[in-house]
Each structure stands twice: as C-alpha cells, then as structure tokens.
C-alpha cells in the first residue's frame, strides 16, 4: 500500500512537471521610434506568434529623447502571471522640423525709420522641445536660430530677411519675408515773400525755430542794399554787403539751416533774414548770407 502512493505522487509530480513551460514571445527587433514619442508597447512583440494572453509588465533602459539606437529590456507577462524577459533594439529618429511663425508676410517702413529683424518673429519652436532662442553665432547648426538680412533702413528699396533655425537634433527650417523701405517725405520748401517775418519765430510748446518768409529771398527786386560803387571789380563782394554771420553759402537752403540752427541755440536772436549776395558791381551772385535781428537791430544788410 505504501509502495501505491509513492507511484501516484511521483506520476502527480511527473504531470506537473511536464506540462510546466516558458512564455513563448516572439519580439519585434530593429523598431524605430520618432523622437519624444511614447514607445507603443503593442510594437514590442508578434501578437500572432506568441502565447495568448501576452503583455508588456516592464520596460527597461528606454529614453525617447535620445537619438540613435538602443538596446532596451522589455520583461513580458500573462494572466498566469509567468514572466520572460527580452532583449531589443529600438531606434530613436527626430524627424519634424521647428516651426517659424512670422506676424507679417510683408513690413513697410519709411527710410529713416529704425528697424529690427527680430519683431517681425512671433515664435520659432520644436515640435517636442518647446522655444528655440536666437543666436548671433552665424555658424550655428543646432538648437537656435539666426536672422540674416540685408535691409538698409536709410535707402529706399526692396529687401529681404530670412529665418534659419535649427532643432537640439539638428533639424533645420527656414523662412524668409520682405521689407520695402519707402522715400522719405521730401520738406516743403520754406516761403517766399517780401516781407520780413514779424516776431521772433519761435513755437511756445517746443522751442523750435520756424522756417522764416525772409524778404528780398525768391524775388526779382534786390534786397535792400547800398547801390554799388561807380568803379567796382566783378565778383568782389564788400564785407559790407555780408549779413552779420560774416558767411557766405553755396545755396538758400544752406542759408537756411544755419540760421535755423543759430537761432535755436541762441535765445537773443529774434529772427533772421538770408538774402542772395550782389558784387560791388550790382550783380547778383550764386551766393548766400545769414543776418540776424537782436532787439534794436538792423534788419537790413547794407
């Protein structure tokens, strides 16, 4: 009788025993994953040639914000709650481009007018990285991004800028827009009459000189001046004849703005006159004076 039960305990350990075995996983080698993605547990193993029931517990050694390949441990489970543990390759790739956001396809700006590259930008960012920040370094290749114009601000014209820029992986997009730098409004020419400018031209709120109506200034008559000499020399000019700037100028609008600027600098002078100069011989020369009007001055350029 004791002999009996040995048999059937040792054929019950026999059959179990025998009917114990590994988790049959058949796993997906050589799998490529896009950079910053989770990595789909689904894609690890051949669901048609492995055990039923099959899942993915743990996954070892995975980081998917590294580029390149790696070798990752994946330990599979079922509901029996048995285990195997595999070893894989996965790839990482970084495959999408940053994105540059312009807030104008087209700027225009007046020649004069300051002008940065960088406003016209209204975001440059990495799909998975977030920000990319700007950079001077014209050499960049990675993790930045760099303007490139040739936009000169002074000239009228049209002219272009572009927007490089470069993900941690190297990555790399561009975008460009355009800028028309228009003419300056040209200044109205100053006013011309006979009558001396009353006053002393200034504006109350900002202290600026206004442009006078000068007398004798685009008229046919002569300014008041002594009559010349009997006996004169052509193109000799007596100092006499010279306003009290003792200058001579090229143009009227030379005249123009060094009165204007002396008259800003300088509080006592109440206005000032640009008459043409004539030789000692009455004729009219291409040439200019500045004479100034302080309290109980002469208006009149002898």
């Not at 920000?131 to 014209?157: F, H, M, P, Q």
Request: proline share 3%; aromatic share 6%.
């Amino acid at each position: 009788m004791k002999k009996m039960s040995i048999l059937v305990v040792s054929a019950m350990m026999f059959l179990v025993v025998g009917c114990s075995k590994d988790l049959k996983v058949t796993v997906k080698d050589n799998l490529e994953v896009e950079y910053g993605d989770k990595l789909d547990n689904a894609l690890l193993y051949d669901k048609e040639k492995s055990d039923e029931g099959i899942a993915v517990k743990e996954v070892k050694n995975f980081d998917a914000k590294k580029t390149g390949e790696q070798e990752i441990t994946v330990i599979f489970t079922n509901a029996d709650e048995k285990t195997k543990e595999e070893t894989l390759k996965v790839t990482v790739k970084d495959t999408k481009k940053p994105v540059i956001k312009l807030k104008k396809e087209k700027v225009e700006i007046t020649a004069g007018d300051k002008f940065n590259a960088a406003s016209n930008i209204e975001s440059v960012k990495d799909p998975v990285d977030g920000d990319i920040k700007k950079s001077e370094d014209k050499k960049l290749i990675k993790n930045g991004y760099i303007i490139t114009s040739d936009v000169n601000a002074k000239k009228a014209g049209s002219y272009t800028v572009k927007v490089t820029a470069y993900d941690v992986n190297g990555n790399k997009a561009e975008s460009s827009y355009k800028v028309t730098v228009k003419k300056k409004p040209q200044e109205q020419a100053p006013t011309q009459n006979n009558n001396q400018t009353s006053g002393n031209g200034y504006t109350s709120n900002q202290g600026s000189y206004n442009k006078p109506s000068a007398g004798n200034i685009g008229s046919n008559k002569k300014p008041t001046q002594s009559k010349p000499q009997q006996t004169c020399k052509a193109g000799k000019i007596n100092p006499n004849r010279i306003g009290n700037s003792g200058k001579l100028f090229n143009s009227e609008r030379e005249a123009l703005d060094y009165g204007n600027k002396m008259a800003t600098n300088d509080s006592s002078i109440l206005n000032f006159i640009y008459p043409q100069v004539y030789d000692d011989c009455g004729t009219l020369l291409n040439k200019w004076t500045v004479h100034f009007m302080y309290e109980g001055e002469s208006s009149q350029v002898k």
